[in-house]
């Protein structure tokens, strides 16, 4: 596991607390905007951060992400960029940050080029929702020779076997999708989730176990995540940034703001304090 990562999960541990994940694609809703909306959940309280790298064909996400990856690749936003956007923020932060993305750009990139460039950039893993833990070889070797994590993906349809397998395989943590659905999915809070996510808990014992999709409110996530680490967010932050930053009403600062209260209530379940 990333240093980064490590002490993250270890400090969080020693105060009983959740890890709070946030995603953010890169590019959106500008290119200009990431960074400092980077900036701002960081302030807000994310304990760790996925950066997303846009794609045309997400097959894991939802309408949010979708549209966010559209909007980030119409102003031609690209790979190289998500590295630069990496290295902007890590001259200020050391909260955890892994790119998220899929396996045929990488490999078209060249994995261990895109692995180097990664780590050179400040990341600390690399999250792939298309990559079995039969292909992980593709990028494993080169991921742990520049001290990256690979996190893999369970559902509530992976079988024990495979989910311990997917836990001997996997670095940094294991990422349990509460649905057998896309990104910004509704929770349906029914006990078969929660059966699911304790018969996890027992089966992951070499990594930390985090949920994520649907996850809206800090009640879903606190829901959530009572069987496992933590949890992660993505649409429900998507939305929302959305939502003030192409309303005029707001300015820059504004919509920074509500960013980051966003992600201390999701954490916190009440409003950031402003800005001194």
């Not at 993906?153 to 079988?159: K, R």
């Not at 990104?183 to 018969?199: C, H, I, W």
């Not at 680490?229 to 003030?244: C, M, P, Q, T, W």
């Amino acid at each position: 596991m990333s240093n980064r990562l490590a002490t993250t999960f270890e400090a969080l541990r020693a105060r009983n607390e959740k890890a709070m994940g946030l995603f953010l694609t890169n590019g959106f809703p500008e290119p200009s905007a990431t960074v400092p909306l980077l900036r701002a959940i960081d302030r807000g309280g994310a304990d760790f951060i996925e950066l997303g790298m846009p794609f045309s064909d997400p097959l894991a996400e939802g309408l949010p992400i979708q549209r966010s990856s559209a909007r980030a690749l119409s102003h031609g936003v690209t790979m190289d960029d998500a590295f630069e956007t990496a290295a902007a923020f890590r001259a200020e932060s050391e909260t955890p940050l892994l790119l998220m993305g899929y396996i045929n750009p990488i490999l078209r990139y060249g994995p261990a080029d895109f692995c180097r460039r990664a780590a050179a950039a400040g990341v600390d893993g690399l999250i792939l929702p298309d990559l079995p833990p039969e292909e992980a070889a593709l990028i494993a070797e080169p991921a742990a020779a520049q001290n990256l994590d690979l996190v893999l993906l369970i559902a509530p349809n992976t079988s024990d076997a495979r989910i311990q397998q997917i836990d001997a395989q996997a670095t940094g943590f294991v990422y349990a999708v509460s649905v057998t659905g896309l990104t910004g999915s509704t929770l349906d809070g029914n006990s078969a989730v929660q059966d699911y996510l304790q018969r996890a808990r027992q089966l992951v014992t070499q990594n930390p176990l985090l949920v994520g999709f649907g996850i809206k409110t800090h009640e879903d996530a606190m829901q959530m995540a009572a069987a496992t680490d933590g949890f992660i967010v993505g649409s429900a932050l998507i939305n929302r940034i959305a939502e003030v930053w192409d309303d005029d009403a707001h300015s820059r600062d504004e919509a920074l703001d509500a960013a980051a209260s966003f992600a201390h209530a999701l954490k916190h379940g009440e409003a950031a304090p402003q800005r001194a």
